[in-house]
């Protein structure tokens, strides 16, 4: 079995939320921070770690630092990045047929590494998972073999 990432640990304490409220009293242009008690004691969502790593590829192919590993897929274009989704999407069906819940967190581990590969293609082709999103609202309610049909016609 391939060498695990670091286990699932507590998820990073969300960052304080503020308003930004902005005064301009004649050319005078001051930022206040004022922190919103409300939405400080909101429970994080559980899909927001995903925004949050989207938002750090998205800023990774901007930026493209040194000594990071999204920074050498990106740097190796479709193609490197391609080769492994493909290999992460093997792995995460080789995982679904291993027995018991060792199996299971076996497939949660590899379908990790299928949608982070996913995620850094996106960034790459600056794609925004807000417009996949959109794309999936889009076809809500159709059933595929409904769309299939359609496209047959
Ligand atoms: N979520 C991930 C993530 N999931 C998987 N991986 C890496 O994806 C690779 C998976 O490939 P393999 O399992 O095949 O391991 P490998 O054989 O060593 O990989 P290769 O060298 O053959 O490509 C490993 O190096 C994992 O560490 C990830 N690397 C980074 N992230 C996230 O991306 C952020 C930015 O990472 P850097 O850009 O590297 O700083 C990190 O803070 C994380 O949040």
Redesign the pocket.
């Known amino acids: 079995m391939?060498r695990l990432?670091n286990k699932p640990g507590p998820l990073p304490k969300h960052a304080l939320r503020t308003n930004i409220l902005r005064f301009q009293p004649s050319q005078i242009s001051l930022d206040v921070a004022v922190s919103d008690p409300a939405s400080e004691s909101l429970p994080e969502s559980p899909l927001e770690p995903l925004t949050r790593?989207m938002a750090?590829?998205t800023h990774?192919a901007a930026t493209r630092p040194p000594g990071?590993?999204?920074?050498k897929l990106l740097d190796g274009g479709a193609e490197k990045i391609g080769g492994?989704i493909r290999?992460e999407a093997e792995e995460l069906i080789e995982a679904v047929g291993e027995d018991g819940e060792e199996g299971r967190q076996h497939a949660i581990y590899e379908a990790?590494?299928l949608i982070?590969h996913t995620l850094v293609m996106l960034a790459y082709r600056g794609i925004t998972l807000d417009e996949v999103a959109a794309e999936l609202a889009r076809r809500e309610g159709v059933s595929g073999l409904a769309e299939k049909a359609a496209r047959k016609n």
């Open positions: 391939k990432r790593l750090t590829l990774r990071s590993y999204t920074t492994k290999e990790g590494d982070y």
